[in-house]
């Protein structure tokens, strides 16, 4: 129950086109969403996080839409650059304990 | 200011040879986590110490795994008699406080382990 389910395990983008990277978790009590980016040889550092008491969070190119009913989140990198090549990993936690991270998905947009 | 320091970068030891990995982690955090990360793998989870309270050892994969806390700072992740699949980048990280508020990871850049 502590799972959280991402997919796909890796995906390759044209420039300009849209990355959508999904989770889906068993845990109604989650309540903190972050995703993480991780470059080659440098730890993951947050990218972006969502409450589930919104359905949609927006930072500049990055967007988290999240489903509650479904048990589901996404992340959604528009315009999608070459710089944006990494690992991208999808998370979850509740209060009191630790984050449960997904298995990462390996990021390759095309120039 | 500083972020969560490891040490060191790389480390090639033999089969057999005990390795100790260092974590120095933000100032004032007071959880502090240990991953281990497998070539083009996800982000296993080995141990975590938050504030005065017992670590959580659950991720630990073997007895010849074993990690501490001094003095609510700098931990250090010990594999004793390494064997060849222990070969992994070892990720610390810290937080304020365990994460599920307001409280993200801070990732170091890890140790490259490769067991000969």
């Known amino acids: 129950q502590q799972q959280v389910k991402q997919s796909p395990q890796s995906l390759i983008v044209q420039k300009g086109g849209i990355s959508i990277i999904n989770c889906a978790y068993e845990n109604t009590a989650f309540d903190y969403f972050p995703w993480y980016q991780q470059f080659p040889g440098k730890g993951p550092a947050l990218l972006i996080a969502i409450r589930p008491d919104v359905s949609e969070k927006k930072e500049g190119r990055f967007t988290i839409s999240f489903n509650k009913s479904a048990k589901q989140f996404s992340l959604h990198i528009m315009d999608s650059q070459p710089g944006d090549s990494a690992t991208y990993f999808c998370?979850?936690?509740?209060?009191?304990?630790?984050?449960?991270f997904g298995e990462g998905t390996q990021l390759t947009v095309n120039p | 200011g500083a972020g969560v320091s490891q040490s060191p970068s790389n480390k090639v030891t033999e089969k057999g040879k005990d390795v100790e990995l260092r974590c120095d982690p933000i100032?004032?955090?007071?959880?502090l986590y240990w991953y281990r990360q497998s070539l083009g793998q996800g982000l296993e989870f080995l141990i975590y110490f938050q504030g005065n309270s017992a670590p959580d050892k659950s991720g630990l994969p073997s007895d010849r795994f074993s990690a501490e806390r001094t003095g609510g700072s700098v931990s250090t992740l010990t594999i004793q008699r390494t064997q060849q699949e222990d070969s992994a980048v070892y990720l610390c990280?810290?937080?304020?406080?365990?994460?599920?508020?307001?409280?993200?990871?801070?990732f170091g850049n890890g140790t490259r382990l490769t067991v000969t």
């Open positions: 990280a810290s937080s304020l406080r365990l994460t599920g508020g307001n409280s993200p990871l801070h």
């Open positions: 100032s004032g955090h007071t959880a």
């Open positions: 998370a979850a936690s509740n209060s009191g304990s630790r984050l449960t």
